[in-house]
């Protein structure tokens, strides 16, 4: 499934060269809806996205919700109204963009859907998001078994947004391995609101004391487990071990002193790249597939040197980074030159 996604990705490159970088009294203006600015990781998909604008030609707003549904849809209906060629939106809750999603098919504006599928989307970008939770599942039981030399331990789980398929689907992958050992039992799995990282701290804290047993936190973002690793620290409990999410620079230095012991590698300017590219894409006329969900790769100590070496040149070498491969095949190179010592 992944060299084929490679191959429609390449061909999809392909299509894109023939559409030239406009002149400016033809550039096209993208829009950009996140669910909010304070996050490392989204922090990063707007520099990958400013990096496609500059790259191609084109005009980029960037707005977000703050958190806020109601806030979210009416920065999209906005940018609506302001006439954009194409809207690229990361979802709150993908449940309340109906009237907003008719309103773009009304004026013939083309939607981008990120990490949720909505009606109208022209397209859906988004992560392999079930298969990384199983990775990090399978990587949790065999750190369980380490530990006790059977799968078996209690674990807690800090959830993102409610209401975005991204978090149901690496939540879901996740317990899905899991709930095959009877003997792994999930003592909380809770929200941290808008991937809040407070209430990852409140709730790392509360768990403290509820769960007094408890062997393994899952975080659905570093955002969340590198703030619950502070709350382990302060308590003197790191024997709590920590699977993560993202593949951040926060997380992979985690991963490197001991505090995480694994990550999810996104690669968040890649991926924003991509997410701004592609409404470039199907605002220039180019038909995206219907969906393209990239694959991420679980990190540990024993491959953590050429994702440290990647995650460094995302954000120093953007401007001549290679975002137009797959990225399967940027992270094997990347593995390749940079082996662990």
Known sequence: MKSRLGIVLLVVVVLSLL???????????????????????????????????????????????????????????????????AISINPLD??????????????NIPVVCLFSMMEGCATVLGFEEVANGRLVGQYAVQLLTEKYGEPRGHVAILLGALGQDINTNRAGGFQEVVGQYPNIVVDAAESTGNWEADKAVALTEN????????????????????????????????????VSYDGTEVGLSGVADGSLR????????????????????????????????????????????????????????????????????????????????
Not at 94 to 107: D, I, L, S, T, V
Not at 215 to 238: F, H, M, Q
Not at 317 to 341: C, H, M, Q, W
């Open 207 to 242: 768990w403290l004391t509820a769960y007094p047993e408890l062997d393994l936190i899952y975080g659905l973002s570093d955002s969340l487990t590198v703030p619950a690793s502070n709350v382990l620290k302060r308590a003197g409990r790191e024997d709590i071990m920590i």
């Open 262 to 341: 694994s990550t999810v590698a996104l690669l968040p300017q890649y991926n924003g790249f991509w997410n701004v590219y592609a409404a470039y894409l199907v605002g220039s006329g180019v038909q995206m597939p219907a969906t393209y969900y990239m694959p991420g790769a679980l990190v540990t100590t024993e491959n953590l040197t050429g994702f440290q070496q990647l995650s460094v040149d995302l954000a120093e070498k953007i401007t001549s980074f290679p975002f137009e491969l797959p990225v399967g095949n940027i992270v094997a190179d990347y593995a390749a030159r940079y082996p662990n010592a």
């Open 94 to 107: 993908a449940n309340a963009f109906g009237p907003a999603m008719a309103k773009a098919a009304e004026a």
């Open 19 to 85: 559409v030239a970088p406009a002149a400016a009294q033809d550039r096209l203006k993208i829009g950009l809806v996140q669910l909010g600015t304070d996050n490392p990781f989204w922090i990063a998909q707007v520099e990958g996205g400013q990096e496609a604008a500059r790259r191609y030609g084109f005009d980029l707003i960037v707005t977000s919700g703050e958190g806020d549904v109601t806030r979210q849809v009416e920065a999209f209906e906005d940018l609506v109204n302001q006439g954009v060629d």
